[in-house]
């Protein structure tokens, strides 16, 4: 069966299908801003994307997908953090990116085909900018900014469905007073020395050197890598407005073209039933999940247990139970002998997640079959397709365990009681250690510590 996923521009289930004549399908997604450690809210999009990318592999072929995915290495939070470190601006977007691809990797998530800087197409967005301008469509400021007039697009807001009047509210406050209209977004943004520091480029012709607006980077990225018509947009609901209305508006006044035949956005994530937000300091990083003795597969397993297009409610009882389920698909794949039997986990697992990425219909669909046949029974490459799909490496390494201060300080004790030849108080806090369900492991240069097996 067909790919089949909800358009959030039609407000309709749509199916997947590559629209050049090549046969390649074209699919862009609005990557990190690099300034700071993404956390499991961003990766829950980026989860999902990873597991449409399979899908799209699986349907069409490796070499027919073109997944292009961006880096935002400047705007306002990049050169606020290059600031505040008082560092080049390349050298912190450097250091964040480096972490971001480290935890896609530890996440098991695929590289995407391409993955272009704001910074590496500084020119593109100048060339888009200036055809605006051209066109009519955009603005020099009074202060050497330019801006996209709003009004020379009468589409605006069909992606969101935001009205006019919601519109200047949400927009008032975005930019400067130079602009004609409160709702016109802008495309470049003149250099101001007190707050971007050493970072500017020439910018378009007639406007102040500058930086561009957050906005145009993703269609000039998406332009250059995927043509100027793509099969499917992908992000976020958090970036449905303004990010991809404006996408939409300077796209398609740029190049006269359809700028995406299909939309997909992921839904939120709370934690513990909450909104996450740093006030109630439960904004998590792949980081400290795994400092809590967490594997970065569970973390996976646990983003994939809600549909992508309703609220996922992220807990430590939701992790504890994708660390079962992992425990349990490790079983069953290691008692399918050779190449195991006839049974095929694929199809029912693939009619799930064709049908607009259900994720519980999927899982629901493997551990179904899971519980009503012998692993011999099981088509063992499969299985292994079905494992592809959703990412899930099983051979994936453990993070280690988190360790509790009052046991490392227990360690430490018992260390120092051995080196100084204090044999009794050593083997009373080694019992101590067990019965609080830690075992210490003596290396000649130290120590290191494992949770007893239960």
């Known amino acids: 069966m067909p790919i089949r996923l909800f358009d959030s521009l039609s407000r309709e289930s749509r199916e997947l299908r590559p629209s050049h004549p090549d046969g390649v399908f074209r699919f862009y997604t609005c990557g990190p801003t690099v300034y700071a450690p993404a956390h499991i809210g961003n990766f829950r999009t980026f989860v999902v994307n990873d597991v449409l990318r399979r899908l799209l592999e699986l349907e069409f072929g490796p070499d027919r997908v073109k997944h292009v995915r961006n880096l935002t290495d400047v705007d306002d939070r990049t050169i606020a953090q290059a600031k505040k470190e008082n560092r080049p601006l390349a050298e912190i977007t450097k250091k964040w990116t480096d972490k971001f691809h480290a935890d896609c990797d530890a996440l098991n998530c695929l590289r995407p085909h391409v993955e272009p800087t704001a910074t590496g197409h500084i020119r593109e967005q100048v060339d888009m900018i200036e055809v605006l301008m051209r066109k009519g ?3 020099r400021a009074a202060d050497g900014s330019v801006y ?14 935001i009205k006019e009047r919601e519109l200047k509210v949400t927009n008032s406050a975005l930019d400067s007073d130079h602009k004609d209209s409160v709702s016109d977004f802008a495309l470049w943004k003149a250099y101001k020395p007190e707050e971007d520091g050493e970072v500017q480029w020439p910018g378009p012709a007639g406007a102040s050197a500058g930086r561009p607006g957050w906005h145009i980077e993703c269609s000039a990225m998406s332009k250059k890598h995927l043509g100027e018509t793509i099969d499917l947009h992908t992000g976020g609901v958090d970036l449905l407005f303004p990010h991809h209305e404006n996408e939409i508006a300077q796209s398609q006044c740029c190049n006269g073209q359809v700028f995406a035949r299909h939309w997909y956005h992921s839904e939120f994530l709370q934690v513990e039933a909450k909104k996450m937000s740093k006030s109630l300091g ?14 970065p597969m569970a973390v996976r397993y646990a983003l994939l247990m809600g549909h992508p297009r309703k609220q996922l409610n992220f807990t430590l009882d939701s992790l504890h139970a994708a660390q079962s389920a992992l425990k349990s698909l490790r079983t069953a794949r290691g008692a399918i002998p050779g190449a195991g039997g006839s049974v095929d986990v694929l199809p029912p697992v693939l009619a799930a997640l064709h049908d607009d990425l259900n ?21 063992a490459a499969q299985f292994d397709r ?8 099983l051979t994936a390494a453990p993070a280690p365990a988190a360790v509790p201060a009052e046991i490392t300080a227990l360690a430490d004790r018992r260390w120092t009681a051995k080196q100084a030849k204090d044999w009794a108080t050593a083997d009373a806090l080694r019992k101590e250690l067990a019965a609080a369900g830690w075992s210490m492991l003596d290396r000649k240069d130290g120590w290191s510590l494992e949770p007893l097996k239960k």
């Not at 998590?284 to 594997?295: M, R």
């Not at 994720?359 to 088509?379: C, E, H, K, V, Y």
């Not at 079905?386 to 490496?393: H, I, R, S």
């Open 137 to 139: 469509h955009a603005y």
């Open 282 to 295: 439960n904004i998590y990083t792949l980081e400290d999940l795994t400092a809590q003795g967490i594997p």
């Open 148 to 161: 996209f007039k709003i009004t020379s697009f009468p589409e605006y807001g069909a992606l969101s469905r």
């Open 386 to 393: 079905v494992l592809f799909a959703l990412g899930l490496d």
């Open 359 to 379: 994720f519980p219909g999927a899982l629901g669909a493997l551990f179904g079959l899971l519980n009503s046949q012998p692993p011999a029974a099981l088509n």
